[in-house]
């Protein structure tokens, strides 16, 4: 394994992170959230981006290499193990109110950057084996809908009115969590009931029907083998994770649109419609989600080899710098929407 692979085995520090918020207490109970929220936008500050692109020669046998997709596939059962500890822990008599908030907050770090993340990057592979495994780590951030919304709805409606998942000019985070989190569900059934019909298959192999009986057998068994108690804790963890996530998402997309076309339909996406981030430890934790430009202008392209383009707009900070300014929507208004004016004077 040379560099370029053992670098993306840095997420794994999350989970040793974790493992001291399920077992410690007091301060150590935040070590997560602490690394998460203060290391790394401080490092993010002082590290310099880096627009850096493989070589072609070079990433054609980077794209190809093994290596990589065994670093995706050993996180799948890394975060049931997660699961399982957290779980029990929350079962620990005598632990503070603190103690049980940490140890939520870092369960829900890792069903947004293990879950939904590394769900999404799998989610975009065509063989059997890493749709299972993109679907059992959606499952552990009961977030399943995203993998028919995001690969049938997103990639096809982003940056226009059409998507929920694309934040809109003056609208703020808040706002936005609300809209995506009903809209991409109702969206990933109305895909879901299209296919049904137009394959002819009965409501049982509908596939969001197929989702959510799999995300409530998976409480009755945390239920069965837990508490219902710890199913409060679980569903609180899924909640933290989706709302990091749809934060990221709100960040990349926002206030971008494509331009409709006079066929009545919109044009191609290109780079220049999603925010980019070249900040080296936010897109080695997160297999290179913030080069999201390439990642929606070729979607079929792994994450070792997502290119920067110079012609894509770029984020104040890295990711979670971003996502606190986008939490205060005065601060984040007065930052993005003047990039965004600036763009347009520019085209």
């Keep these: 394994m040379t560099w370029k692979a053992i670098k993306y085995a840095l997420p794994l520090t999350l989970l040793v992170n974790a493992w001291f918020s399920f077992t410690g207490t007091g301060w150590a109970v935040w070590t997560t959230v ?13 590290i310099p981006p880096s627009p850096h692109n493989l070589a072609d020669s070079e990433e054609e046998t980077i794209a190809h290499s093994s290596v990589y997709n065994i670093v995706l596939y050993m996180l799948v059962p890394l975060q049931f193990a997660a699961v399982y500890i957290f779980l029990r822990s929350m079962g620990d008599e005598g632990i503070s109110v603190s103690d049980r908030v940490g140890r939520i907050l870092a369960m829900g770090l890792l ?16 063989n059997k084996l890493s749709q299972f495994l993109a679907k059992s780590m959606l499952l552990t951030a009961l977030y399943m809908h995203f993998n028919i919304d995001h690969n049938k709805g997103h990639h096809k409606h982003v940056g226009t009115p059409n998507d929920p998942g694309s934040a809109r000019y003056g609208e703020s985070l808040y706002h936005f969590l609300f809209r995506m989190q009903w809209g991409t569900y109702g969206v990933a059934w109305r895909i879901a009931n299209g296919e049904q019909k137009k394959k002819g ?47 990221v998402s709100y960040i990349q997309h926002y206030g971008l649109s494509r331009k409709p076309t006079s066929e009545g339909r919109y044009e191609r996406v290109m780079p220049r419609h999603s925010w980019d981030s070249d900040h080296i430890v936010g897109r080695l934790l997160l297999f290179e989600l913030s080069r999201h430009s390439d990642h929606h202008y070729l979607a079929s392209r ?16 890295g990711y979670v ?21 600036e763009m347009e004077i520019a085209e």
């Design 111 to 126: 069903c947004g950057v293990f879950g939904i993340n590394v769900g999404h990057e799998l989610g975009h592979r065509v």
């Design 34 to 46: 602490l690394v998460a929220f203060i290391v790394v936008p401080l490092l993010e500050l002082i």
């Design 201 to 247: 298959r009965s409501f049982l192999q509908n596939e969001m029907f197929q989702f959510t009986l799999l995300q409530l057998l998976f409480c009755a068994v945390i239920v069965y083998f837990f508490s219902w108690q710890a199913l409060a804790y679980y569903a609180l963890s899924a909640v933290v994770g989706i709302i990091l996530f749809q934060t």
């Design 321 to 341: 710098g971003t996502m606190m300014m986008a939490a205060i929507p005065p601060l984040w208004f007065s930052v993005m929407n003047k990039r965004i004016e």
């Design 302 to 317: 792994k994450y070792q080899v997502l290119r920067h383009h110079d012609d894509s707009p770029q984020m104040p900070t």
